[in-house]
């Protein structure tokens, strides 16, 4: 009785290696393995995905967990799969100890990359959901770690990739490593003769009714310096702790916080210098000062100063852009609010 098709083809040798043949139907098997080992992992990542953008404390620990079960998953399948073939992966260390000279000279870039990546994993210094600043003045939050590159969010609402490497051995700033706030300084300038303590008094006040500045305590408080002289001004500095969310928008918030000072300023009448020359007169037609000028019916500077000072509380772009949020979903978002209910 002649033998039954299938299972000669499944018998079918296809290579021996040492003591061991690969048969046709230990192949199909193996592949079957590796292919089911995939899927199971690109499975459970989405699933462990989903579970950690509803976890907001948890997230961090919810990504390593995701990233180790996804590649344990995978090298679990491919081993299974080669085993299940027929192959002793015990003759093969030798020829896998010379593949893996040959690639680790020939792909070294791509290797260093991926142990970066598990580096970045389990060391948590740059973590999904932090903000950092990159070596080449890149900024923005970091929304993947994969196993050869990072993918970071800018604030513009592009995408940076970056290799692992670049994060493991360059000086990278990580802004919110550990949720914490952190100070920034803020320029400006005023005309010579100012009133340093008017400036200080109005700065203060509006840098702190802003709803991007943390509140004071005892170790964190907004002040403002006298750092210096200017050729024609006295140099300023505000310092300041944004809030954390704020710190994630460094840009946005320089502009905000200068054009809360331009408005504090000139509410409060206190020049702000501009490069010029002063040509002064001492008399005009034997008149001094303010009668000088009315005989040129000139009005005089401190009126016109006067005149030119903004109303407070007018519109600073960089301070709305503050409270924006990102248009693609964040690593953690938080809860929708439920819609408020109308009445009938």
Partial sequence: MAGNPLRTLDSFELLKLGKASVTVGGLAAGILIVVVAIVAARLTSTGLRKLREKAAGNAASLYIVEKVVTYGLVVIGVVAG???????????????????????????????????????????LVAVGDFVELP?????????????????????????????????????????????????????????G??????????????????????????????????????SSLKFELIVWPTVEAVR?????????????????????????????????????????EDALTSLKLEPAARRRKAKAVRAGSSNDAAADLEREDPEEMPNPPPSPSPPKTER
Avoid: C
């Fill in 194 to 231: 100012a009133d340093k303590d008017r400036v200080r008094e109005a700065v203060l006040k509006a840098a702190k009714a802003a709803p991007y500045t943390s509140p004071d305590d005892a170790t964190r408080r907004a002040q403002v310096w006298l750092v210096g002289y200017g050729e």
């Fill in 249 to 289: 928008r460094p840009a946005a918030i320089f502009a905000a916080y200068t054009w809360l000072i331009d408005d504090a300023l000139r509410g409060a009448g206190i020049e702000i210098p501009y490069p010029q020359r002063d040509i002064r007169v001492r008399a005009l037609f034997g008149e001094e000062g």
């Fill in 136 to 192: 080449n003045g890149g900024r923005g939050v970091v929304h993947e770690i994969g196993p050869r590159a990072t993918r970071i969010r800018t604030n513009d609402s592009t995408d940076i990739i970056v290799p692992n490497s670049v994060l493991v051995n360059d000086q990278v700033i990580n802004w919110t490593l550990r949720n914490t706030n952190r100070r920034i300084r803020v320029p400006f300038v005023t005309a010579f």
């Fill in 82 to 124: 080669l085993s299940t073939m027929g192959v002793d992966l015990t003759s093969l260390t030798v020829f896998a100890g010379a593949l893996g000279v040959g690639v680790g000279l020939g792909l070294q870039g791509i290797i260093k990359d991926f142990a970066s990546g598990v580096s970045l994993v389990f060391e948590r």
